[in-house]
Nanobody
């Protein structure tokens, strides 16, 4: 089994920044990707950003390109999401997810493991 634990959410004013962390523990894999998804109130869960653990290649949703950065710390088995220039429409529960596959995909169904989520609220 794999455990994913997110942290770093909170309340921030528009234009501000937050950094989310997701620590992975448990079973290990030779090839996998980690990603961040979010679920705004009353809406479906959507892809935000993902990173291939081996290659480091990344993908982003168009809505966050240039504002959010995903990164990883191999030694700590931790993935980060640096969120800058936050907007009220970024308000959502943010989830960390792991897919046992080498390349980042945007589909929630591909992801095998999920964290419990962390709330991000951006006030206008």
């Amino acid at each position: 089994q794999v455990q994913l634990v997110e942290s770093g959410g909170g309340l921030v004013q528009a234009g501000g920044s937050l950094r989310l962390s997701c620590a992975a523990s448990g079973r290990t894999f030779s090839s996998y990707t980690m990603a961040w998804f979010r679920q705004p109130p009353g809406k479906e869960r959507e892809f935000v950003a993902g990173i291939s653990w081996k290659s480091g290649s990344t993908r982003y949703a168009d809505a966050v390109k240039g504002r959010f950065t995903i990164s990883r710390d191999n030694a700590r088995n931790t993935v980060y999401l640096q969120m800058n220039s936050l907007k009220p429409e970024d308000t959502a529960v943010y989830y960390c997810a792991l897919d046992v596959a080498p390349s980042v995909v945007r589909t929630t169904l591909n992801y095998d493991y999920w964290g419990q989520g962390t709330q991000v609220t951006v006030s206008s």
